[in-house]
Structures are given as structure tokens and as C-alpha cells.
């Protein structure tokens, strides 16, 4: 988010919140389809209920671990942070905000002084 213009930090907020949405909905789906469907071999299988569904539940978390250290790796390998900008860049756009702040503080003094 700090690398998003102010202009579009709106959008950028939102779009990230709806992923974030999107892939807990996601995510809990695709497990408890696992884990019904584990279950339900299961007890055509022959299996007692509980043990049919501690059994799809198992599978539905070694599916979950699984996705979790996919999702490491991932991030791991691009969200690495950025190398800082020089110094002396950051210093100029900081002289440069200043100046432009000073100009703008100075026409509203002048502005002040001409009105009654």
C-alpha cells in the first residue's frame, strides 16, 4: 500500500480486501469439498461416521498445510523487499515538497496582506 499513489489507495485498499475475501471463501470450500467427499468414500468404504470424518478431516488439513507452504514459497520469493532508493533522491524530492510548500505559504501571506 505504500508504494500506491494517494490517488489510488482507495481502489488499491478495496481490491485487496476483496482478495482477501475471496480466497478465505475459496479456501474453505475447496477444504470442506475434501473433506465431504473423503467422508463419503469413507463410508461407502464401511467406515463407522465418526471415523469417516476424522479421516476427511485429516485429509482436508494435510490439503491445508499443504496449501500453506505453497503460499510461503510464493511470497517468499516475490514479495522480497525492494532496494532502497539512493539517498540523494529521496533528499531532492524532499527539497523539492519543501519548496513547493514554502511558494504556496508565501502567495497565501501575500494574499492575506493584499485582502482588507
Request: no cysteine; net charge negative.
Amino acid at each position: 500500500m505504500q508504494a500506491t499513489p494517494a490517488a489510488r489507495a482507495g481502489i488499491a485498499s478495496a481490491l485487496l480486501n476483496a482478495s482477501r475475501e475471496v480466497a478465505g471463501l475459496l479456501g474453505i470450500t475447496v477444504i470442506g469439498a475434501i473433506l465431504r467427499t473423503r467422508r463419503a468414500d469413507a463410508l461407502r468404504a464401511g467406515a463407522d461416521p465418526v471415523h469417516a470424518f476424522v479421516d476427511g478431516y485429516h485429509l482436508g488439513l494435510l490439503v491445508t498445510i499443504l496449501l500453506l507452504a505453497v503460499g510461503v514459497a510464493v511470497s517468499y520469493v516475490t514479495l522480497r523487499p525492494r532496494a532502497a532508493a539512493p539517498t540523494a533522491t529521496r533528499e531532492s524530492a524532499a527539497v523539492g515538497e519543501l519548496t513547493i510548500v514554502d511558494e504556496l505559504a508565501g502567495e497565501l501571506m501575500v494574499a492575506d496582506e493584499v485582502a482588507p
